[in-house]
């Protein structure tokens, strides 16, 4: 970036830190108002972001809270996308479900209540 240019759109920059595949999705999560920078909830997608900046948003059913450290100046590769950003809250492997269909027949009634609730603990926490 240029050195009197310090700032970023933040639709731009999570798109070239490869959070989302194409700028269009970025912008669509910043316009829901689901993404909070420096904990104040924005719904701009023109908005600046700069490096010290936290993230906080909904991806994949998970919370991402993200620290700014690079702006880039492209969107290259992950290795170089990886550099832009510090992970404060980094994903923790997802549980497995009490049972394992087996895709050879239809779930039993006891196997669909399993999951449900299962689904339903994933979007609880």
């Not at 920059?13 to 595949?21: G, P, S, T, V």
């Not at 996308?81 to 006891?110: H, M, N």
């Not at 399993?114 to 994933?122: C, D, E, M, P, R």
Request: hydrophobic residues 35%; proline residues 6%; aromatic residues 6%.
């Amino acid at each position: 970036m240029n050195d009197d240019n310090l700032t970023l759109r933040v639709d731009k920059w999570l798109w070239q830190a490869r959070f989302f595949k194409t700028r269009s999705l970025a912008t669509k999560l910043v316009k829901s108002g689901k993404l909070r920078l420096n904990g104040v909830l924005i719904s701009k997608p023109s908005r600046s972001v700069q490096v010290e900046d936290i993230l906080t948003f909904p991806k994949e059913m998970e919370i991402r809270v993200i620290k700014i450290c690079d702006l880039g100046q492209r969107r290259g590769p992950a290795s170089e996308a990886q550099r832009l950003y510090q992970d404060l809250a980094p994903v923790e492997p997802k549980s497995k479900p009490d049972f394992a269909p087996t895709g050879k027949s239809r779930p039993t009634s006891k196997e669909r209540k399993a999951l449900v609730k299962f689904k339903h603990g994933l979007e609880q926490s």
